[in-house]
T-cell receptor, first 118, second 116 residues
Framework: AQSVTQPDIHITVSEGASLELRCNYS??????LFWYVQSPGQGLQLLLK??????LVQGIKGFEAEFKRSQSSFNLRKPSVHWSDAAEYFC????????????????FGKGTHLIIQP | NAGVTQTPKFQVLKTGQSMTLQCAQD?????MYWYRQDPGMGLRLIYY???????DKGEVPNGYNVSRLNKREFSLRLESAAPSQTSVYFC???????????????FGPGTRLTVT
């Protein structure tokens, strides 16, 4: 069965500092990987995704993530955070459509709560 | 486009009561999903509908039923609510275009349900 681990429950970063949120996955083949962001009281917004090709993917709001197959990781990064980045971040894995995957839902990590210090 | 809409936004039920959560999408997506979100647990899949006319169980289906009413609408029913079903419920949809991007899921704003 597939699974996602986000080792950090909370992370505090100063405004303007760089950010890296960790995500490790367990999956039998090449996964389809996502990062979502959830602001308080809101639904989830897709930041970026990876399913094949270049292992460094760019997303919205200045975020990027790197897929490392050897480490089963898909860490999210941002060079300089803004106060508006304070939110809950979720990593998720799904079946890769190029590997015969179907539309049968995503498996989410438990989330990382990002706090921005002024 | 409204995207994915959910009603109601908030609901309080007593133990044993029943209710239906409604979800609709206007993106012509084929697949729809129901998740629940609990503190420290992330999102867990309750049921999904890969296409109109089909539904399947997810990770935590016990105590729930679903109906894919048509391509746009996917409802979640609690027949006899229990305090353990206190949660935030999210509906999502995917599959408007061909290719890998069709697996991206778009989420509604959620329904906050409290069962006392």
């Amino acid at each position: 069965a597939q699974s996602v681990t986000q080792p950090d429950i909370h992370i505090t970063v100063s405004e303007g500092a760089s950010l890296e949120l960790r995500c490790n996955y367990s999956y039998g083949a090449t996964p389809y990987l996502f990062w979502y962001v959830q602001s308080p009281g809101q639904g989830l917004q897709l930041l970026l995704k990876y399913f094949s090709g270049d292992t460094l993917v760019q997303g919205i709001k200045g975020f990027e993530a790197e897929f490392k197959r050897s480490q089963s990781s898909f860490n999210l990064r941002k060079p300089s955070v803004h106060w508006s980045d304070a939110a809950e971040y979720f990593c998720a894995v799904g079946k890769n459509p190029y590997s015969g995957g179907g539309a049968d839902g995503l498996t989410f990590g438990k989330g990382t709560h990002l706090i921005i210090q002024p | 486009n409204a995207g994915v809409t959910q009603t109601p936004k908030f609901q309080v039920l007593k133990t044993g009561q029943s209710m239906t959560l409604q979800c609709a999408q206007d993106m012509n997506h084929n697949s729809m999903y129901w998740y629940r979100q609990d503190p420290g647990m992330g999102l867990r899949l309750i049921y999904y509908s890969a296409s109109e006319g089909t539904t399947d169980k997810g990770e935590v289906p016990n105590g729930y039923n679903v109906s894919r009413l048509n391509k746009r609408e996917f409802s979640l029913r609690l027949e006899s609510a229990a305090p353990s079903q206190t949660s935030v419920y999210f509906c999502a949809s995917s599959g408007g275009l061909a290719g890998p991007s069709s697996y991206e899921q778009y989420f509604g704003p959620g329904t906050r349900l409290t069962v006392t």
